[in-house]
C-alpha cells in the first residue's frame, strides 16, 4: 500500500512539474516572440477574447485592437523585450487555468506581469495579460507630482 501511495505521489509530483515546464515555455515563448517581433507567434498563444493592460492609464485593449497597436512594432522588427526573472503559478482546481505573476527584466527597468492562462480543445491559451511598472512606496508621492505636470 505505501509502494502505491508513493507512486501516485510521484506521478502527480511529476505531472504537476511538467505541466510548469509547459506553462513557462509558453509564457518565455510569448516573451521571445516579442523580442524577435514575431508577429503571428505572439498572437497565436492569445485567447480569442483576450484583454491586455499596458502600463498607461488608456491601455486596456481587446486582442484586435493590441494586435492593430502591435503591428507597427513588429513589421518594423523593433518590438520589445521582457526577460522573466522570477515566475509564480496558481493552478485551478481542475488544472485548466493557471494565474501567473512574474518579475520583468524590461527597458523600463523593473516591472511585473500577470496573466491567466486557459487550456483550450488541450493547448494553453493566454486569456489576459496586465503589465505594471514597480516603483518603490518611498518615491510614490514624487511620481504623483510627475504624472500631475
Same mark, same amino acid.
Given at each position: 500500500?505505501?509502494?502505491?501511495?508513493?507512486?501516485?505521489?510521484?506521478?502527480?509530483? =511529476?505531472?504537476?512539474?511538467?505541466?510548469?515546464?509547459?506553462?513557462?515555455?509558453?509564457?518565455?515563448?510569448?516573451?521571445?516572440?516579442?523580442?524577435?517581433?514575431?508577429?503571428?507567434?505572439?498572437?497565436?498563444?492569445?485567447?480569442?477574447?483576450?484583454?491586455?493592460?499596458?502600463?498607461?492609464?488608456?491601455?486596456?485593449?481587446?486582442?484586435?485592437?493590441?494586435?492593430?497597436?502591435?503591428?507597427? =512594432?513588429?513589421?518594423?522588427?523593433?518590438?520589445?523585450?521582457?526577460?522573466?526573472?522570477?515566475?509564480?503559478?496558481?493552478?485551478?482546481?481542475?488544472? #485548466?487555468?493557471?494565474?501567473?505573476?512574474?518579475?520583468?527584466?524590461?527597458?523600463?527597468?523593473?516591472?511585473?506581469?500577470?496573466?491567466?492562462?486557459?487550456?483550450?480543445?488541450? #493547448?494553453?491559451?493566454?486569456? =489576459? =495579460?496586465?503589465?505594471?511598472?514597480?516603483?518603490?512606496?518611498?518615491?510614490?508621492?514624487?511620481?504623483?507630482?510627475?504624472?500631475?505636470?
Amino acid at each position: 500500500m505505501k509502494i502505491i501511495f508513493a507512486c501516485i505521489i510521484a506521478c502527480t509530483s =511529476y505531472l504537476a512539474s511538467a505541466q510548469l515546464t509547459e506553462l513557462n515555455t509558453i509564457v518565455d515563448q510569448w516573451h521571445l516572440d516579442a523580442t524577435n517581433a514575431h508577429f503571428e507567434n505572439y498572437f497565436e498563444i492569445m485567447t480569442k477574447n483576450f484583454v491586455f493592460l499596458g502600463t498607461a492609464p488608456e491601455e486596456r485593449w481587446s486582442k484586435e485592437e493590441f494586435s492593430g497597436f502591435c503591428k507597427p =512594432y513588429f513589421d518594423e522588427g523593433k518590438a520589445w523585450s521582457f526577460v522573466a526573472s522570477k515566475r509564480n503559478w496558481i493552478f485551478s482546481k481542475n488544472k #485548466k487555468m493557471a494565474w501567473f505573476d512574474e518579475d520583468l527584466d524590461t527597458w523600463m527597468q523593473g516591472c511585473r506581469g500577470s496573466g491567466i492562462m486557459i487550456k483550450e480543445r488541450g #493547448k494553453w491559451k493566454l486569456a =489576459y =495579460y496586465n503589465l505594471t511598472v514597480l516603483i518603490e512606496n518611498e518615491k510614490i508621492q514624487e511620481f504623483i507630482e510627475l504624472r500631475e505636470r
